[in-house]
T-cell receptor, first 113, second 113 residues
């Protein structure tokens, strides 16, 4: 069964600090991995997409990494801002079927002043 | 602003009542999806449609039905609501179908008493 596990479940950091969120997956065969940001009471919004051949991709202060061999991804947030407070969801697509997208439960990040 | 529009934003209804959650997109995406999001669980696929006129069952389809009469609309119906259907429901669409970026609505919070 395809699974996506994220850690930590929740995290509190001071404004201006960096943090790293982790995602481990067992999805196979792998197609792509996306990180979504979900603000409280809103729908998720895509931050980055990683394909098999990509190791690192940045989107402003967000940098995602992918190690396809160990089936791990991380999302690094640099110089955090209060607006970064949200849940971050790792989503992995497999190459085997139309609806085969597996969601992680998410990491709830709170940035405090 | 282009995107996904869901209605209602929130609803409380009695068990046994029929309820339709509406979803409209103006991006001309072929694929549309309905997910439910519950505390401690990742987003779970209820039903999907890869093009107008076709629908398919997702991970948790029981108690729900959908239709896709045209490209823009994808309503979700609960024929006889039960308390376990209390959840936040998200409609989403994607341009490329499987594995593509998902664009989510803002969600419909449903409480069944």
């Amino acid at each position: 069964k395809n699974q996506v596990e994220q850690s930590p479940q929740s995290l509190i950091i001071l404004e201006g600090k960096n943090c790293t969120l982790q995602c481990n997956y067992t999805v196979s065969p792998f197609s792509n991995l996306r990180w979504y940001k979900q603000d409280t009471g809103r729908g998720p919004v895509s931050l980055t997409i990683m394909t098999f051949s990509e190791n690192t991709k940045s989107n402003g202060r967000y940098t995602a990494t992918l190690d396809a061999d160990t089936k791990q991804s991380s999302l690094h947030i640099t110089a955090s801002q209060l607006s970064d407070s949200a849940s971050y969801i790792c989503v992995v697509s497999d190459a085997g079927g139309y609806q085969k997208v597996t969601f992680g439960i998410g990491t709830k990040l709170q940035v405090i002043p | 602003i282009a995107g996904i529009t869901q209605a209602p934003t929130s609803q409380i209804l009695a068990a046994g009542r029929r309820m339709t959650l509406r979803c409209t997109q103006d991006m001309r995406h072929n694929a549309m999806y309905w997910y439910r999001q519950d505390l401690g669980l990742g987003l779970r696929l209820i039903h999907y449609s890869n093009t107008a006129g076709t629908t398919g069952k997702g991970e948790v389809p029981d108690g729900y039905s959908v239709s896709r009469a045209n490209t823009d609309d994808f309503p979700l119906t609960l024929a006889s609501a039960v308390p376990s259907q209390t959840s936040v429901y998200f409609c989403a669409s994607s341009a490329t179908g499987y594995g593509g970026e998902l664009f989510f609505g803002e969600g419909s919070r449903l409480t069944v008493l």
